[in-house]
Nanobody
């Protein structure tokens, strides 16, 4: 079975940092673009960052709300993706999900409809 497991969420004060990890199993990790989404209660999932497969050269995307504060990366040897979150704000409080997109072209997607596999989510809470 295809599995994505997030870790690293928790409670942090505003201005602090967290690093989320997403470990994949059951599929060829290197053939998938990877993404991070977050979801506020009662809202739809929002794509905040994604990273392409290495086959097409590494390209990344950041949403406006996290650009300059968050850094996405992947380690194909470990089947793991990361999200380094710095300068956290209370509005970053949400459930964070990692996602995998089977990709046959360059780039990556932050659109939920294009995602093949989802993790179970990890909660990030930023106190003011």
């Amino acid at each position: 079975a295809q599995v994505l497991v997030e870790s690293g969420g928790g409670l942090v004060q505003a201005g602090g940092s967290l690093r989320l990890s997403c470990t994949a199993s059951g599929f060829t990790f290197g053939s998938y673009a990877m993404a991070w989404f977050r979801q506020y209660p009662g809202k739809e999932r929002e794509g905040i960052s994604c990273i392409s497969t290495l086959l097409w050269g590494t390209s990344v995307y950041y949403g406006d709300s996290v650009r300059g504060r968050f850094t996405i990366s992947r380690d194909n040897a470990k089947n793991t993706m990361y999200l380094q979150m710095d300068s956290l704000k209370p509005e970053d409080t949400a459930m964070y999900y990692c996602a995998a997109e089977r990709r046959f072209t360059s780039g990556c997607s932050s659109i939920p409809e294009r995602i093949n596999y989802w993790g179970q989510g990890t909660q990030v809470t930023v106190s003011s």
